[in-house]
């Protein structure tokens, strides 16, 4: 493989990372969709609304839990086989969901296409980062990790849009084939890639006690926390501008998408030019401005549209190139299992971010979750800039630095 990633006669590192991103699409869809889904699901599985939520929440815990512990058991095997049949556990699980009658069934099933998510999208993000080579990693992880973003502005409301029409049924088969689709597809574009073979089990757990691995998950945490506070409880934060209307709160959500997927192809180019640490840094101060900004503001809704495609270009300027940081830190054959780590840590502070935020809106209401957020963002730019600082002055290789690979990294 060259620099470039592209090899005689094969095709450019692009056109297989579009593959990629159309399959981290899928996966974004499926989480998303079923929030839309769940009055009808509801109804249908005769359960109650805590019941049919936690459709959601299973998908979610599955893939913060077991992506890591996936990503390390499949560690040997060759990337293409990782990638189709996490696309593939996606595609049956979906099927599942949309063929069951039966509350436990279908509970399953959304563990099932949980497990393949989670293999699916650490090892697209590695394998990315392995086709483009050292100098394109950047605009590689973000190809793929843009997929998500897209999910949000496309996938979500086409497939409330068939629900809606067909049943939520059909649009749960939509997403099964297209997940069988990117299966079928990435076994015939995808090169048998082979990462780091010969490296020990025992190797490829090493990240677990690495602290310059550790210290970027906090960063991703902290950051996490802080991005998902307002976007989880929107509709509180700025209701004094959304007076009750959905329309204007889908507004906001179609805004942030576009702005979310627009920051995060920016954030892999300007990661791969000046380094991802400046990037997450430059991001997370953004992310903290713009929601003390939104303070002051937040009954004027043009206004608010216009913060919230800010936030949405901060926001995700942030995953992308932390995803660099923390390939920088991999050791032989560990790439994979640190690339889920950081996703997994991103869903755990997803999670703490709906929990912190129920507790404030209990205590104070919503307007305490801005300046809260701001703080989170502002704590992870902080840690970045120090501990990034702390290791230079201890004398360690800090990779992410300049977004250059270490040596360790494969």
Same mark, same amino acid.
């Given at each position: 493989?060259?620099?470039?990633?592209?090899?005689?006669?094969?095709?450019?590192?692009?056109?297989?990372?579009?593959?990629?991103?159309?399959?981290?699409?899928?996966?974004?869809?499926?989480?998303?969709?079923?929030?839309?889904?769940?009055?009808?699901?509801?109804?249908?599985?005769?359960?109650?609304?805590?019941?049919?939520?936690?459709?959601?929440?299973?998908?979610?815990?599955?893939?913060?839990?077991?992506?890591?512990?996936?990503?390390?058991?499949?560690?040997?095997?060759?990337?293409?086989?990782?990638?189709?049949?996490?696309?593939?556990?996606?595609?049956?699980?979906?099927?599942?969901?949309?063929?069951?009658?039966?509350?436990?069934?279908?509970?399953?099933?959304?563990?099932?296409?949980?497990?393949?998510?989670?293999?699916?999208?650490?090892?697209?993000?590695?394998?990315?980062?392995?086709?483009?080579?050292?100098?394109?990693?950047?605009?590689?992880?973000? /190809?793929?990790?843009?997929?998500?973003?897209?999910?949000?502005?496309?996938?979500?409301?086409?497939?409330?849009?068939?629900?809606?029409?067909?049943?939520?049924?059909?649009?749960?088969?939509?997403?099964?084939?297209?997940?069988?689709?990117?299966?079928?597809?990435?076994?015939?574009?995808?090169?048998?890639?082979?990462?780091?073979?010969?490296?020990?089990?025992?190797?490829?757990?090493?990240?677990?006690?690495?602290?310059?691995?550790?210290?970027?998950?906090?960063?991703?945490?902290?950051?996490?926390?802080?991005?998902?506070?307002?976007?989880?409880? /929107?509709?509180?934060?700025?209701?004094?501008?959304?007076?009750?209307?959905?329309?204007?709160?889908?507004?906001?959500?179609?805004?942030?998408?576009?702005?979310?997927?627009?920051?995060?192809?920016?954030?892999?180019?300007?990661?791969?030019?000046?380094?991802?640490?400046?990037?997450?840094?430059?991001?997370?101060?953004?992310?903290?401005?713009?929601?003390?900004?939104?303070?002051?503001?937040?009954?004027?809704?043009?206004?608010?549209?216009?913060?919230?495609?800010?936030?949405?270009?901060?926001?995700?300027?942030?995953?992308?190139?932390?995803?660099?940081?923390?390939?920088?830190?991999?050791?032989?054959?560990?790439?994979?299992?640190?690339?889920?780590?950081?996703?997994?840590?991103?869903?755990?502070?997803?999670?703490?971010?709906?929990?912190?935020?129920?507790?404030?809106?209990?205590?104070?209401?919503?307007?305490?979750?801005?300046?809260?957020?701001?703080?989170?963002?502002?704590?992870?730019?902080?840690?970045?800039?120090?501990?990034?600082?702390?290791?230079?002055?201890?004398?360690?290789?800090?990779?992410?630095?300049?977004?250059?690979?270490?040596?360790?990294?494969?």
């Amino acid at each position: 493989m060259t620099e470039t990633g592209k090899t005689s006669g094969e095709l450019p590192w692009r056109a297989r990372t579009a593959v990629l991103t159309l399959g981290t699409f899928v996966v974004g869809t499926d989480g998303f969709i079923i929030v839309g889904l769940l009055p009808k699901i509801q109804q249908t599985l005769h359960v109650s609304t805590a019941a049919a939520g936690q459709l959601v929440s299973v998908f979610a815990f599955s893939y913060a839990l077991l992506g890591p512990i996936l990503a390390t058991l499949t560690g040997l095997w060759p990337r293409r086989r990782v990638l189709v049949t996490g696309v593939a556990l996606l595609a049956v699980g979906n099927a599942v969901t949309a063929s069951a009658h039966v509350y436990g069934l279908v509970l399953a099933s959304r563990v099932l296409a949980g497990c393949g998510a989670a293999l699916f999208v650490a090892s697209a993000v590695a394998t990315a980062a392995h086709l483009a080579g050292d100098q394109q990693r950047g605009r590689a992880i973000s /190809m793929v990790t843009a997929g998500a973003t897209l999910s949000l502005v496309l996938g979500a409301p086409l497939g409330t849009l068939i629900g809606g029409a067909w049943g939520w049924q059909k649009a749960i088969w939509f997403v099964a084939v297209v997940a069988a689709v990117v299966a079928i597809v990435l076994t015939v574009l995808l090169p048998p890639i082979k990462l780091d073979q010969k490296a020990t089990l025992r190797q490829r757990i090493t990240p677990l006690t690495d602290w310059r691995v550790l210290r970027i998950l906090i960063v991703t945490l902290l950051a996490f926390i802080g991005i998902f506070l307002p976007f989880t409880y /929107m509709s509180a934060v700025f209701a004094p501008a959304l007076h009750g209307h959905e329309s204007g709160l889908a507004l906001l959500l179609l805004v942030f998408g576009i702005a979310a997927t627009a920051g995060n192809l920016t954030a892999g180019s300007l990661a791969d030019r000046y380094g991802p640490r400046r990037v997450v840094i430059g991001a997370t101060l953004g992310v903290a401005a713009v929601f003390l900004i939104m303070l002051p503001i937040r009954d004027v809704f043009v206004l608010v549209v216009i913060a919230e495609a800010l936030s949405g270009v901060v926001s995700y300027s942030v995953i992308g190139p932390q995803q660099h940081r923390i390939i920088a830190y991999a050791p032989p054959g560990g790439t994979s299992l640190v690339t889920s780590l950081n996703t997994s840590t991103g869903y755990l502070g997803q999670f703490l971010s709906s929990v912190i935020g129920a507790g404030l809106l209990t205590a104070t209401g919503s307007a305490v979750l801005l300046p809260v957020a701001a703080g989170f963002a502002a704590l992870a730019a902080l840690l970045t800039w120090w501990l990034s600082r702390a290791g230079r002055e201890g004398g360690e290789q800090a990779a992410d630095e300049t977004g250059m690979v270490a040596t360790t990294a494969k």
